[in-house]
């Protein structure tokens, strides 16, 4: 039987962080996790770059039942400490656009860092370790696992949501909550694309596929965000269309405003007055790509020249391009999301140390819990903020 202090499972952003924080605290760590590798979200985040924080990082960018939870654990460790430890390590990164921070080089650098840092405060780090069993004991927790029987004062879920089962992702941490009484709200998939299927928008969207319309306003629910979409085989993704997701329920109508940053119907009045021998297509496609000013001349106008169209014609052209809407028939779902909404219910957990209101000894850190973060280095901060909180109190 080994005894720890603290034992933490799940060896992801939170984990790594919450397990060398409380380690140089002089408390002795134990770190599980199932997989063959730690951090394999972070490996493969920001497109091999990982956007490891935000510069405008606030709780406003998180959404949550709760929406004061996730308050007390930013403001104690923030974007900057965050920060301070690349800088220390000599990671470069450079701001990408929206205060995103990426690594110059590869996300490796950001999961080296980590390690490092529990390789010198001493962190037991044991990789492929299967929990089997978890039981109160008198003094904290006695787990049974693949490589045996392990007591500790402190065990810390930190095993992540469900997005993209094949990188390790699990719903253990959920199962542990609700063995020990708490509750967990719905979960699904966050930060992920759309997927139509509407035979015709299907089809225009998968001719579109590879396809991005650089600046515009996507809405849904009373939220919007400004960035760019991108048309897929199967739908709509791109930073825009991800955001929204999060806020989107089966059922929901999507607004598109494919051009926000002009007044279409001026733009396309004053056109006819100057060019007025232009057809529409020819025009569109001062807008966007060929291909697509094409396609959309063809299947949602009449393309011909303008001057032969009345000023209703003109309005509905402007108000369709301006003012998309869609129903998406759903998402991508788990296999791509980045992130998954809902989890523990934070009700029953303390924001300022994490520890569990109904089994004291118990903390939850990371995504498992009911906190996301909009896409943009958010997740990661979230993860660094709780798994920092909760390392104090371990
Ligand atoms: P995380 O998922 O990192 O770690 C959970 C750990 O628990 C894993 O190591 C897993 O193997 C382990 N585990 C699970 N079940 C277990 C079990 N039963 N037993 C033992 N171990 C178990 N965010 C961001 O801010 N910037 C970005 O650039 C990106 N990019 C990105 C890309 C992709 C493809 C994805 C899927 C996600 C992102 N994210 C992101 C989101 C970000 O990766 C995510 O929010 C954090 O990794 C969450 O950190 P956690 O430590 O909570 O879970």
Redesign the pocket.
């Known amino acids: 039987m080994q005894t720890s202090d603290v034992v933490i ?7 790594l962080m919450c397990a060398f924080v409380a380690a140089r605290r002089g408390r002795r760590v134990l770190l ?4 063959n590798k ?5 490996l ?3 497109g091999g770059r ?4 935000n510069l405008y990082t606030e709780p406003a960018n998180f959404l949550s039942g709760n929406p004061h939870f996730c308050k007390s654990a930013l403001a104690r460790y923030t974007q900057w400490d965050f920060i301070a430890l690349v800088a220390k390590h000599g990671v470069p990164y450079h701001e990408k656009k929206l205060g995103q921070l990426f690594c110059d080089n590869k996300s490796s650098d950001i999961l080296g860092m980590l390690l490092d840092e529990c390789r010198e405060a001493g962190v037991e780090l044991r990789l492929e ?3 089997q069993q978890i039981e109160r004991s008198e003094s904290g927790y006695q787990l049974q696992t693949s490589a045996g029987a392990v007591t500790c004062q402190s065990l810390v879920i ?4 469900l ?2 089962p094949t ?4 719903g ?2 959920y199962q542990v909550a609700r063995q020990f009484g708490h509750d967990v709200l719905p979960t699904r998939a966050g930060l992920v694309p759309f997927t139509l299927t509407d035979p015709q928008l299907k089809a225009l969207c998968s001719e579109l596929s590879g396809t991005s319309v650089e600046d515009c306003l996507v809405s849904c629910n009373g939220q919007s965000f400004r960035e760019n979409i991108l048309f897929t085989h199967r739908g709509l993704s791109g930073p825009a269309i991800l955001q929204i997701s999060s806020f989107w329920q089966p059922g929901d109508t999507v607004e598109i405003n494919l051009l926000p940053h002009l007044d279409l119907l001026d733009w396309l009045t004053t056109q006819q007055r100057e060019r007025p021998n232009s057809e529409l297509k020819t025009l569109l496609a001062e807008l966007f790509t060929k291909k697509m000013a094409g396609l959309l001349s063809e299947q949602w106008f009449v393309s011909k020249p303008v001057k032969q169209y009345v000023p209703t014609e003109l309005e509905a052209i402007a108000e369709r391009l301006s003012c998309w809407s869609l129903v998406p028939s759903g998402t991508e779902g788990y296999r791509t ?3 998954t909404l809902g989890g523990v219910d934070t009700q029953e957990v303390s924001s300022k140390t994490m520890e569990s209101r109904k089994s004291p000894g118990l903390y939850f ?4 819990l009911d906190v996301t ?1 909009h896409l ?8 660094w903020a709780s ?1 920092f909180a909760a390392a104090q109190y371990v």
Do not use: P, R, Y
């Open positions: 499972i799940g060896a992801g952003a939170a984990g599980l996790d199932h997989a730690a951090g394999k979200k972070i493969m985040s920001g990982c956007n490891f924080t370790t299967h929990i930190a095993t992540g949501g997005s993209i990188l390790g992702a699990t253990f941490g999301a980045e992130v850190i990371g995504e498992v973060g943009g280095g958010f997740n990661f901060q979230w993860a798994g």
